[in-house]
């Protein structure tokens, strides 16, 4: 069997389409106008975090372990929505996205639920949804990037103030960056002055990929062994590699050998 043949390609019937889905080796990918994988789902596992830098960004629960209302925009193949539907019982969830047609293929192709008391998919502008007044959240999750880069309405510093009025006491806000992004440094001074209560950023596995999370309220200097204590419980709980998310946050962070700094604390 030649390489190709291992690949299944489904694309619109027009040629002007550029949300398509591709599949190999038991995993089916969404792409949008380009190559690149924007989430990816394993068929024998549909509702887990099948990509290093989604379950990344669910290491917001190190730090907020039981949220109850939760945003995410950008719907993508739906993996976090699905990961927290099926996994988090208690969290309802709301995901903005502007393009209805990866709204269509995500709940075709990708076994993202239909809407109900606990999961709304809204397609809308997230931009403009946040900017309006509106319910708070306990999280609020960004994956911004369309085929080729950051969408710069997601990346504003408008963007990010308007993410922190959203946010309810003790929240946080989870941004997905691409660490070759060439605005990748702004983008993170944007979000660390406009989340003068704390930073930190965590690589994800795949190198590449660095998750963001900005917190509303000072989450004060955690100590390792809280962290690690946190992380048992929550890797117990969801499967996801919490232990090593909690190592890894010493590769970008400033930290000495009892406790994590955040940046926004002295």
Known sequence: MSFFSRWRWRKSASEDESVYVTEKYGVRSLHIGSDT???????????????????????????????????MVGLGGGSLAKFVYHRMPDTASEVLE????????????????AADGRLIVRVCDGADFIARDGPAYDAIMVDGYDGEAQVDALSSRAFYAACRRRLDAGGVL????????????????RIESTFPAGTLCLPAER?????????????????????????RGLEARY??????????LRKMNRWDEERLYTSGVA
């Open 239 to 248: 499967g996801l590699e919490f232990g090593k998310f909690v190592r890894s």
């Open 37 to 71: 994988i924007q989430s990816s789902m394993r068929l024998a596992r549909p509702s887990d975090l099948e990509l290093a830098y989604t379950r990344s960004m669910m290491a917001f629960l190190l730090f907020h372990s039981t949220p109850r209302r939760v945003l």
């Open 98 to 113: 502007i393009n209805p047609q990866v709204v269509a293929v995500a709940r075709r192709m990708f076994e993202v639920p």
């Open 174 to 189: 989870v941004v997905n960056l691409w660490g070759s992004d060439r605005e990748y440094d702004d983008t993170v001074e």
């Open 207 to 231: 190198p590449g990929n660095v998750i963001v999370f900005a917190f509303r309220d000072v989450p004060g200097n955690p100590c390792w062994d809280e962290l690690e204590r946190r992380a």
